[in-house]
């Protein structure tokens, strides 16, 4: 489970969180959503313990970001936007690589990359290098590597971007199956088709505050919108935002 408790981060006058708390339990899909500035990416930020909160606090499994960084990492898998691999690495180095960041023991290694392999469908290109990987081949890997670890919390930041039909169908069923072995997963996305058939819960964060959080449906019933769309524009509007 995350839990996000009143967190605030500036950078100098720039107000990028204020007061920002939602949780995300186990065996959801819970989405985080908001435009461009809101402050997701710095929630997610403090998620990864990249950055530190200058009040408030933030835990996975109970494991505090700052406090206790090392254990709130070692429970969390994560696809951050854009994520990048080692281009001269084949796909099966670039996640044994990470197996061994995370300290699966030597041992296990080989067998845990190659299961991980056969659940993402990924044996066709496994052992070439990743340069010129297209980018669903690219997101399969870095999610492969989120996830050699087998942790019980994920957080995906935008994971179907660039991908095409297929590469996102493909995903989609990945994440419901997370989802049913009773993960907590954090999901970012500007795609309003992928929330509405992913994800169970929602919160919305306009100007650095959390406009809105609750079910989908409780969401479209307290806007008195419809459709997610016009209740997210809806939801940005009750705190001032564009």
């Given at each position: 489970?995350?839990?996000?408790?009143?967190?605030?981060?500036?950078f100098?006058?720039?107000?990028?969180?204020?007061?920002?708390?939602?949780?995300?339990?186990?065996?959801k899909?819970?989405?985080?959503?908001?435009?461009?500035?809101?402050?997701?990416?710095?929630?997610?930020?403090?998620?990864?313990?990249?950055?530190?909160?200058?009040?408030?606090?933030?835990?996975?499994?109970?494991?505090?970001?700052?406090?206790?960084?090392?254990?709130?990492?070692?429970k969390i898998?994560?696809?951050?936007?854009?994520?990048?691999?080692?281009?001269?690495?084949?796909?099966?180095?670039?996640i044994?690589?990470?197996?061994?960041?995370?300290?699966?023991?030597?041992?296990?290694?080989?067998?845990r990359?190659?299961?991980?392999i056969?659940?993402?469908?990924?044996?066709?290109?496994?052992?070439?290098?990743?340069?010129?990987?297209?980018?669903?081949?690219?997101?399969?890997?870095?999610?492969?590597?989120?996830?050699?670890?087998?942790?019980?919390?994920?957080?995906?930041?935008?994971?179907?971007?660039?991908?095409?039909?297929?590469?996102?169908?493909?995903?989609?069923?990945?994440?419901?199956?997370?989802?049913?072995?009773?993960?907590c997963?954090?999901?970012?996305?500007?795609?309003?088709?992928?929330?509405?058939?992913?994800?169970?819960?929602?919160?919305i964060?306009?100007?650095?505050?959390v406009?809105?959080?609750?079910?989908?449906?409780?969401?479209?019933?307290?806007?008195?919108?419809?459709d997610?769309?016009?209740?997210?524009?809806?939801?940005?509007?009750?705190?001032?935002?564009?």
């Open positions: 489970m995350i839990k996000v408790d009143g967190i605030h981060k500036s100098g006058k720039v107000r990028a969180l204020r007061g920002v708390s939602f949780d995300a339990p186990d065996g899909i819970t989405g985080l959503l908001g435009p461009n500035g809101a402050g997701k990416s710095t929630t997610l930020r403090v998620l990864y313990t990249v950055l530190k909160p200058d009040v408030g606090s933030a835990s996975i499994d109970g494991a505090d970001v700052v406090t206790d960084s090392l254990s709130a990492r070692q898998g994560a696809l951050p936007h854009g994520a990048g691999l080692y281009p001269h690495l084949t796909a099966r180095e670039n044994a690589y990470y197996a061994n960041l995370c300290g699966i023991d030597k041992s296990e290694v080989d067998d990359v190659a299961a991980i056969r659940l993402l469908e990924i044996e066709e290109f496994s052992d070439r290098r990743t340069k010129g990987f297209s980018q669903g081949q690219r997101t399969k890997v870095s999610l492969a590597r989120a996830l050699v670890h087998d942790p019980q919390n994920v957080i995906l930041d935008e994971p179907t971007n660039g991908l095409d039909v297929m590469a996102t169908r493909s995903l989609r069923r990945l994440i419901l199956k997370l989802k049913d072995a009773g993960r997963i954090l999901f970012s996305s500007h795609v309003m088709q992928e929330v509405a058939a992913l994800c169970d819960d929602i919160c964060i306009a100007s650095g505050q406009a809105i959080d609750g079910s989908v449906d409780s969401i479209r019933e307290r806007t008195g919108q419809d997610l769309e016009e209740a997210f524009v809806a939801a940005i509007q009750m705190v001032g935002g564009e």
